[in-house]
């Protein structure tokens, strides 16, 4: 039931904003909106006995609003990185967009929005913990790494360009999406570029946007903090396995989403998702 209603309500939201020209006004709108509400639903979902559900509601959604504002300009800044002909807005807007999830998860988890923090570089998570006493903490993400290996198979390790950019980027003569030839794809939130577009800063501008909606459906992980809890109490070997993991599970809700998107859709961009991406890289196009 819980997933269902993440589905219905991300269409509904995905749809308000997939006809025509979008604004700047309305992405933001949209960014807000999704991270507001599923983190008044994941604050709901991981309320204390003892708390006032009203108050965990309004404390989730307002802390989530936030964070999809900070997401938001995140998404503004990789834009830049086409505009200003620059990689470097790739860091920018990595650790504003950091920030804009980590308050999401913490809203979601029905924490205060400074207690935890993180920063992702491809599998590789690292989190900040600072409600008591200060401390670090580094966890892989299972999904990405095997994501990180299947396009790594056969492709180029582009070190210069994932230094710049804070991404893992590999490159390839030939990449193929649906035997259509491109420029590039993102594999959730690793980057493979046709090695003839490797200065194309707008291509960078476009898969990068696909990388942050990767993050974008990470409230959903908060939503098994108590069976997680519940099995880490009972369970000395999953304690330590998700000691060392964040599972990544986001990835199945988005490739879900973008599927429902393509359906019926007139050209490429008749889909949310390719749609927002080539709103900040200036790429839409139908014709």
């Known amino acids: 039931m819980k997933l269902k209603l993440i589905f219905i309500a991300s269409m509904f939201l995905i749809s308000s904003y997939s006809n025509g020209q979008n604004s700047n006004s309305e992405m933001a709108l949209y960014n807000i909106g999704l991270g507001s509400i599923f983190s008044g639903v994941g604050a709901l979902i991981n309320k204390k006995a003892n708390e006032k559900w009203h108050k965990v509601l309004l404390k989730g959604m307002g802390q989530g609003a936030l964070g999809g504002y900070l997401i938001y300009e995140s998404k503004n800044l990789i834009g830049k990185i086409e505009q200003k002909q620059s990689l470097e807005y790739s860091w920018y807007g990595k650790l504003v967009n950091s920030a804009g999830i980590s308050i999401i998860e913490n809203a979601s988890s029905n924490r205060n929005f400074w207690e935890k923090w993180h920063l992702n570089i491809g599998f590789n998570r690292f989190e900040f913990y600072t409600k008591d006493k200060f401390k670090v903490k580094y966890k892989i993400m299972p999904v990405s790494l095997f994501l990180t290996a299947y396009s790594a198979i056969g492709n180029k390790f582009e070190l210069e360009r994932t230094l710049k950019t804070g991404e893992i980027i590999f490159s390839s003569r030939d990449i193929y999406v649906n035997g259509i030839s491109a420029r590039g794809i993102a594999n959730g939130n690793i980057l493979i570029v046709n090695s003839?577009?490797?200065?194309?800063?707008?291509?960078?501008?476009?898969?990068?946007?696909?990388?942050?909606?990767?993050?974008?459906?990470?409230?959903?992980?908060?939503y098994?903090?108590?069976?997680?809890?519940?099995?880490?109490?009972?369970?000395?070997?999953?304690n330590?396995?998700?000691?060392?993991?964040?599972?990544?599970?986001?990835?199945?809700?988005?490739?879900?989403?973008?599927?429902?998107?393509?359906?019926?859709?007139?050209?490429?961009?008749?889909?949310?998702?390719?749609?927002?991406?080539?709103?900040?890289?200036n790429t839409i196009n139908c014709d």
């Open 196 to 222: 003839n577009s490797l200065n194309e800063y707008d291509l960078y501008s476009h898969e990068i946007i696909h990388i942050y909606q990767y993050y974008d459906y990470n409230f959903v992980n908060t």
């Open 224 to 238: 098994l903090n108590k069976p997680f809890e519940n099995w880490k109490s009972k369970s000395n070997t999953f």
């Open 240 to 281: 330590k396995i998700n000691d060392l993991f964040y599972f990544d599970m986001q990835g199945a809700v988005l490739r879900l989403l973008y599927l429902l998107e393509n359906e019926n859709r007139n050209c490429y961009y008749d889909n949310f998702f390719e749609n927002e991406a080539g709103f900040y890289s």
